[in-house]
């Protein structure tokens, strides 16, 4: 095998294995024989392009990975940018009218909840009470 196709499978069986969010940097550090940045983006352009890793990004250029056998659910803060995934899926119903509306056969999906999480909610509160104070 290749080093080029050595990383892809490494890359590919990881996210099958954690259903996390990965990034490019944390990747190369993690992957066996250290590829370097460039050769790890590459992987990720590949893989991603043959749908057997799927992409996210929130807030701004920087792009999340994971698994292309998942849908991605995902929480977000807007205030500390804490990103959290959930297995919970909502979405059987809206497939289902998609469907039939559209005539579209489904294949995947990313759910995106942006709010403020409990820690910064509290610190919000507590800043609007002292300026009202
Ligand atoms: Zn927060
Ligand atoms: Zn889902």
């Known amino acids: 095998m290749t080093k080029a196709l050595t990383t892809e499978k490494s890359i590919e069986k990881m996210m099958d294995a954690e259903f996390k969010l990965f990034d490019a940097a944390g990747l190369a550090s993690l992957l066996p024989g ?68 559209f005539s579209y056969t489904i294949l995947g999906h990313k759910l995106l909840f942006s709010g403020l999480c409990s820690d910064c909610a509290r610190a919000l509160a507590k800043r609007k009470e002292r300026s009202q104070g």
Do not use: W
């Open 34 to 101: 250290k590829p370097d940045l460039s050769t790890v983006y590459r992987a990720l352009k590949r893989l991603e392009q043959e749908g057997r890793i799927n992409s996210v990004s929130f807030f701004g250029e920087k792009k999340y990975y994971y698994s292309g056998k998942e849908n991605g659910h995902f929480l977000i803060c807007r205030e500390c940018h804490e990103i959290k995934m959930f297995p919970h899926c909502p979405s059987k119903s809206i497939e289902k009218e998609l469907k039939e509306e």
